[in-house]
T-cell receptor, first 113, second 115 residues
Framework: DQQVKQNSPSLSVQEGRISILNCDYTNSMFDYFLWYKKYPAEGPTFLISISSIKDKNEDGRFTVFLNKSAKHLSLHIVPSQPGDSAVYFC????????????FGEGTQLTVNP | DAGITQSPRHKVTETGTPVTLRCHQTENHRYMYWYRQDPGHGLRLIHY???????DKGEVSDGYSVSRSKTEDFLLTLESATSSQTSVYFC??????????????FGPGTRLTVT
C-alpha cells in the first residue's frame, strides 16, 4: 500500500524554465510534508517542507504547494538550473507515527542546458 | 553536515552470510533510522531507534535486526543475506527542536550486493 505516490518516474525541462514535481498521498492523517533531493552516490538532502495548516511555502527558487482536499502536493523550481538535476523524493509524516516519515518512489529531474 | 558516517560504503557478499552495517553519528542525537532504497520503491524504513536499546520495526523489517548499545552507533544486521536484500542502505537521524519540522538528515549510504 503506497501511501505516498510520485506518479512520474522522470521529468525533463530546459534550463531557465519551471520544473513541477508532483506527489499524491492517500492518508488524511499526514500532517507534515517534506521534499528531499538526491544526487547519485550521495544521501538524500532536505530541501523544503510544509505543514498541513499551510498551503504554500517558499524558499528561494523552491516553492511547495499543498492541496489538502485533493491530497496533492507539488514542488516548483523556478528557474530550473542544470545543477537541479537529481532524484526528488516527497515524504510525509503521520500524526500518530512520531518522527517517522513515509517516502514516495522518487522522480528523476533532468534540466537540460 | 549532521556528522553521519556509514561503513562499509560498498560490500559484496554471498547468499546466506551474515552482514552488519554500521551507522555512526557524532552529535548524540536520540533518533536514528535505517532505510533501504530500491528503484520503484523510493526509501523504505527498515528499523528505527529513539534511544539506547530502544528500537522498533519499520515497514520492511523482515530479515533484518538492529542494535543500539551506544547513542552514537546504530547497527543493522542481515542475519542471512538474500539476493532480495541487494540494495542501497541509508542511515538517518532526526533532530526534534523547538519548531518541530520532522527533518531527517541522511548518511552517504552503503551499497550492498548479495550474490
Amino acid at each position: 500500500d503506497q501511501q505516498v505516490k510520485q506518479n512520474s518516474p522522470s521529468l525533463s525541462v530546459q534550463e531557465g524554465r519551471i520544473s513541477i514535481l508532483n506527489c499524491d498521498y492517500t492518508n488524511s492523517m499526514f500532517d507534515y510534508f517534506l521534499w528531499y533531493k538526491k544526487y547519485p552516490a550521495e544521501g538524500p538532502t532536505f530541501l523544503i517542507s510544509i505543514s498541513s495548516i499551510k498551503d504554500k511555502n517558499e524558499d528561494g527558487r523552491f516553492t511547495v504547494f499543498l492541496n489538502k482536499s485533493a491530497k496533492h502536493l507539488s514542488l516548483h523550481i523556478v528557474p530550473s538550473q542544470p545543477g537541479d538535476s537529481a532524484v526528488y523524493f516527497c515524504a510525509a509524516r503521520r500524526e500518530t507515527s512520531g518522527s517517522r516519515l513515509t517516502f514516495g518512489e522518487g522522480t528523476q529531474l533532468t534540466v537540460n542546458p | 553536515d549532521a556528522g553521519i558516517t556509514q561503513s562499509p560504503r560498498h560490500k559484496v557478499t554471498e547468499t546466506g552470510t551474515p552482514v552488519t552495517l554500521r551507522c555512526h553519528q557524532t552529535e548524540n542525537h536520540r533518533y536514528m533510522y535505517w532505510y533501504r532504497q530500491d528503484p520503484g520503491h523510493g526509501l523504505r524504513l527498515i528499523h528505527y531507534s529513539y534511544g539506547v536499546k530502544d528500537t522498533d520495526k519499520g515497514e520492511v523489517s523482515d530479515g533484518y535486526s538492529v542494535s543500539r548499545s551506544k547513542t552514537e552507533d546504530f547497527l543493522l544486521t542481515l542475519e542471512s543475506a538474500t539476493s532480495s536484500q541487494t540494495s542501497v542502505y541509508f542511515c538517518a537521524i532526526s533532530v526534534p527542536g523547538q519548531f518541530v519540522t520532522y527533518e531527517q538528515y541522511f548518511g552517504p549510504g552503503t551499497r550492498l550486493t548479495v550474490t
